[in-house]
């Protein structure tokens, strides 16, 4: 168990709906990422907060956003959603900034957009 | 655009046999690199991480060897076990601007055969 959570951890939806999946960091962990995989682009890296701010930005599409809220924990929204989008989604955090490679990741939340 | 290249994309070795993975960057701004394993249905977990200036990191039955000047590096792990086999991501980090990206390569399924 890496300590990350996240929610949920499945879910199905339809083309052009909006989900929001949660993470809560490891107790400590100032930063947290977000990661998409799907089978044919891998992992991919989508954006990072740090204490609330913005740190890093990845393969983000312009439908999708996230925040991280003063308690830590994150939140990536998922807009106008389309069969593509459909992929496994990790958060994982760090200590401090992250100045490593050393992420802890959560188990991931499925999405399926039918 | 694909930073870190990977090989091979997937591999099965004999029980007590060497597993070796190989890959390739082409940033030389990355200045960390570690490998994440992956079992089904769980996130991605560090395994073990070495820095561009030490050529070799040993930790039980797994090593890290790179190559700076040759932008590669590998994994090789000793005496594989059925229990090894999973999916192994190499990744690099660069931390710039107080964001830390970690770019993951393809993955390679390993099979750990009796």
């Known amino acids: 168990d890496s300590g990350v959570t996240q929610t949920p951890k499945h879910l199905i939806t339809a083309t052009g709906q909006r989900v929001t999946l949660r993470c809560s960091p490891r107790?400590?962990?100032?930063?947290v990422y977000w990661y998409q995989q799907s089978l044919d682009q891998g992992l991919q890296f989508l954006i990072q907060y740090y204490n609330g701010e913005e740190r890093a930005k990845g393969n983000i599409l312009e439908r999708f956003s996230a925040q991280q809220f003063p308690d830590l924990h994150s939140e990536l929204n998922l807009s106008s959603l389309e069969l593509g989008d459909s992929a496994l989604y990790f958060c994982?955090?760090?200590?401090?900034?992250?100045?490593?490679?050393?992420?802890?990741f959560g188990e991931g939340s499925r999405l399926t957009v039918l | 655009q694909q930073q870190v290249k990977q090989s091979p994309q997937s591999l099965i070795v004999q029980k007590g046999g060497i597993s070796i993975i190989n890959c390739a960057y082409e940033?030389?701004?990355?200045?960390?690199f570690p490998w994440y394993q992956q079992f089904p249905g769980k996130g991605p977990a560090l395994l073990i991480a070495i820095r561009p200036d030490v050529s070799e990191k040993k930790e039980g039955r797994f090593t890290i060897s790179f190559n700076k000047s040759a932008k590669q590096f590998s994994l090789h792990i000793m005496d594989s076990q059925p229990g090894d086999s999973a999916t192994y991501f190499c990744?690099?980090?660069?931390?710039?601007?107080?964001?830390?990206?970690?770019?993951f390569g393809t993955g390679t399924q390993l099979k750990v055969e009796l």
């Open positions: 107790s400590g962990d100032l930063s």
């Open positions: 994982a955090s760090s200590p401090q900034g992250g100045n490593t490679g050393e992420l802890f």
């Open positions: 940033n030389t701004a990355f200045d960390y």
């Open positions: 990744a690099a980090s660069t931390f710039t601007g107080g964001g830390n990206k970690l770019t």
